[in-house]
């Protein structure tokens, strides 16, 4: 079975890079990946552990207008047959790139699967054309998502032209990808020598995908707090985070007493050195959104590095069962800061909570149904005949099996 996956490098954070990584992992399946962005997007998501086929790089900022380039692309039949296209199926990890994949290929050859991985109101560049967009690219696909909010906000938009409204079974439920990333600690020294910290920084992140729905200020905030207890802390960033000059002039009107690093970095590869993770439930835009960091929430567990919630129903779903006391009474800057507050005065609590967190990662792991659920979806949306033991065996498997 052949995928071509389509995955949009520069807008929609590292969520869709480390799942289509782990779809890669698919058995019994031949993958491309075409990404979209410039030569160093391609080089940061290789540095995640996905290496694409090509790289387009579209002429404006939607993806949409790089359609004549993949066309081309998927021109290219690799000695198939010239009358069917190379790809059995189009996996696309994003709506932009779904709309690119309609308007290249059509509107149902190949067949085209969608992830949703975060709600429409977490995209910077929400409007009521991009709605009318995302719609366009939305007919004729079949959509699954990580998480039941997330497809609850894309109900309405994946129901229009459907005979429905707001019918969120048009978009199936899939296990996450279990992430495993167990630091030695030789990678956490290597890593916390090539950002500068030293022996006595606390490193703090900040979980936020993609980068511009965080709110660097509110972080610059919350380290303030922990400064006057006596705490030594570092807070680390993604660049292109929200707020970011706001951050910084604060950090300067109050002396540079802690420190506020802001990293080219992919954070899923820095979160190895830090001490403490934060995930802060309210976007840049003041707005509650708790798609917001979900993937780097789980890649921060799968580290050892405990995170520290706001509370939020995702939260509370994502943690409540690994570590309840890592969650905040409520979701304001003070509960958070006294969550942190308790683990970095408390060693033991903290060796305690980064055990429980690896415990988890290895027992998520053991369990994935990520690739094998994807993979059956796969072949369902492709009508792929597949081998049942016990069931007839189909004819178009007979030459394979002989």
């Known amino acids: 079975m052949r995928i071509l996956h389509l995955v949009d490098l520069r807008h929609e954070g590292d969520e869709p890079i480390l799942a289509c990584q782990a779809a890669n992992q698919a058995s019994c399946t031949e993958h491309r990946v075409i990404g979209l962005g410039?030569?160093?997007?391609?080089?940061?998501?290789?540095?995640?552990?996905?290496?694409?086929?090509?790289?387009?790089?579209?002429?404006?900022?939607?993806?949409?207008?790089?359609?004549?380039?993949?066309?081309?692309?998927?021109?290219?039949?690799?000695?198939?047959?010239?009358?069917?296209?190379?790809a059995d199926l189009l996996q696309c990890w994003s709506v932009p790139a779904l709309g690119l994949a309609r308007l290249a290929s059509g509107r149902r050859t190949p067949p085209r699967v969608g992830a949703l991985v975060r709600s429409p109101h977490s995209s910077s560049i929400f409007s009521p054309l991009w709605m009318v967009r995302s719609k366009f690219a939305l007919h004729d696909t079949t959509l699954f998502s990580f998480d039941r909010s997330v497809r609850a906000a894309w109900a309405e938009p994946a129901s229009a032209r459907r005979g429905g409204c707001l019918l969120e079974q048009n978009i199936r439920l899939l296990p996450p990808p279990a992430l495993s990333n167990v630091p030695t600690p030789d990678l956490r020294l290597a890593i916390r020598q090539r950002l500068g910290l030293q022996a006595a920084d606390v490193a703090v992140a900040l979980l936020a995908d993609p980068a511009d729905v965080g709110d660097a200020q509110r972080f610059a905030f919350t380290l303030g707090l922990l400064y006057t207890t006596g705490q030594r802390v570092v807070g680390i960033v993604p660049r292109g985070i929200g707020h970011a000059s706001r951050a910084r002039q604060f950090v300067r009107m109050h002396g540079h007493n802690w420190g506020l690093l802001i990293t080219p970095e992919p954070l899923s590869s820095v979160l190895p050195a830090c001490d403490l993770s934060m995930w802060d439930s309210t976007c840049a835009s003041g707005s509650i959104d708790g798609s917001s960091g979900l993937t780097l929430l789980r890649a921060s567990i799968a580290s050892g590095v405990p995170p520290v919630a706001a509370r939020h129903e995702l939260s509370i779903a994502a943690l409540g069962s690994i570590a309840p006391e890592l969650v905040a009474r409520d979701g304001s800057l003070n509960a958070v800061a006294n969550r942190l507050l308790w683990l970095l005065e408390n060693d033991s609590a903290r060796s305690r909570m980064s055990g429980l967190c690896r415990h988890s990662t290895r027992a998520n792991t053991h369990e994935s149904t990520f690739a094998p659920e994807l993979l059956r979806l796969w072949q369902e949306v492709a009508?792929?005949?597949?081998?049942?033991?016990?069931?007839?065996?189909?004819?178009?498997?007979?030459?394979?099996?002989?």
């Open 383 to 402: 009508n792929i005949p597949v081998a049942r033991p016990g069931l007839p065996t189909p004819l178009a498997l007979m030459g394979s099996l002989a």
């Open 38 to 86: 410039s030569n160093a997007d391609a080089a940061r998501a290789g540095r995640m552990g996905l290496f694409l086929t090509d790289l387009i790089t579209p002429p404006g900022l939607a993806a949409e207008t790089a359609f004549r380039r993949l066309r081309h692309l998927m021109g290219d039949r690799n000695g198939r047959n010239s009358t069917r296209p190379w």
